[in-house]
């Protein structure tokens, strides 16, 4: 065995040491075969994964997570792996599995090319090293790398007793696991909308009356249908003036309009989120139909679509 190593500063890596990523890249490009247990994945070292898996025709990717089970799972990652999930098993290739009768701490790596081993990883780089950004950019992680047969059947051996389901279970099976929401920072900082504390949130839920609207987004079912494609929280792709994407309005039917207490036409009216953002919206447009933030069209798409791409189901789109 030997070292892998990171390359952060003031400990840049020498030209005779090896780079757990370089290492990881290589190994992966001449495998066809790739077998991984780790502790914690990114949204990001997902969507890698998938990359690569297509890169370089991969015929097996099999991936355990070993610790979002019991402790949790962020949304945005948990999207990413059903995704990935998902396209594997189309493919009849591998899957995505989850540690769920313990939490398994563990980062490790097995290369196979046709059938025979070729390299292994054993050490602290979670799967996140793969793809490294904000978070873990400057995380110094050292790891051991072997192209000794002996030494990658244990280690193969050990990943496949996990991906056993008496230790693990395929993640779109994990139905109770708890899912961790994350932050919304679409509207971090933008004019017009206030943060307000959780406890404030709890106090204006307190005095919720009785007046209530269900209000259904509108959506294509089919992401190639264009029938909605310029309305609603797709407003952006409307025709006429040049939008962005996170501009958003909501066209409400006739029988919510007509319910008592609905908002008046163009007297605009607090919002409060129950994730804590304080901004004006208000109703107007031909009959009283169009719902959407007052000062800025952006921020109501801020807040709706920000969940969406905080929960890893869409990405933005830039437009300017």
Not at 44 to 57: A, D, V
Not at 209 to 234: C, H, Q, W, Y
Not at 270 to 282: N, P, S
Request: aromatic share 10%; proline share 4%.
């Amino acid at each position: 065995m030997h070292l892998l190593y990171s390359n952060i500063l003031p400990l840049k890596a020498e030209p005779s040491q090896n780079i757990f990523i370089d290492y990881f890249r290589d190994a992966i490009a001449k495998a066809d075969s790739v077998e991984i247990a780790v502790g914690y994945a990114s949204k990001n070292s997902l969507k890698e994964l998938e990359e690569l898996q297509e890169e370089y025709k991969i015929k097996n990717m099999v991936v355990v997570i070993g610790m979002y089970y019991l402790e949790g799972m962020p949304e945005g990652i948990y999207h990413a792996a059903i995704d990935l999930n998902e396209r594997l098993k189309q493919k009849g290739i591998g899957e995505i599995r989850l540690s769920h009768v313990f939490k398994y701490h563990g980062k490790l790596y097995a290369f196979y090319k046709n059938g025979k081993p070729i390299a292994s990883i054993v050490g602290s780089n979670n799967l996140g090293a793969i793809k490294p950004e904000a978070a873990n950019l400057r995380q110094y992680e050292v790891a051991m790398a072997t192209e000794e047969e002996n030494e990658i059947h244990d280690i193969s051996e050990l990943i496949q007793n996990l991906y056993a389901p008496k230790c693990s279970i395929n993640i779109k099976e994990a139905k109770d696991i708890p899912l961790i929401r994350e932050i919304n920072r679409a509207l971090v900082g933008q004019e017009f909308v206030s943060k307000i504390t959780q406890d404030e949130v709890a106090a204006y839920q307190s005095k919720i009356t009785d007046i209530s609207f269900e209000i259904p987004l509108k959506v294509p079912a089919d992401e190639n249908d264009t029938k909605m494609r310029g309305s609603n929280i797709n407003v952006c792709y409307a025709s006429g003036r040049k939008r962005v994407w996170w501009e958003t309005e909501i066209v409400v039917e006739k029988a919510i309009r007509g319910l008592p207490g609905y908002p008046e036409y163009q007297k605009p009216f607090m919002t409060i989120t129950d994730d804590g953002w304080k901004f004006l919206v208000w109703t107007c447009g031909d009959n009283n139909k169009n719902l959407y933030s007052k000062d800025d069209l952006k921020i109501m798409g801020r807040w709706i679509k920000g969940r969406l791409v905080s929960a890893g189901l869409v990405e933005p789109v830039n437009h300017e």
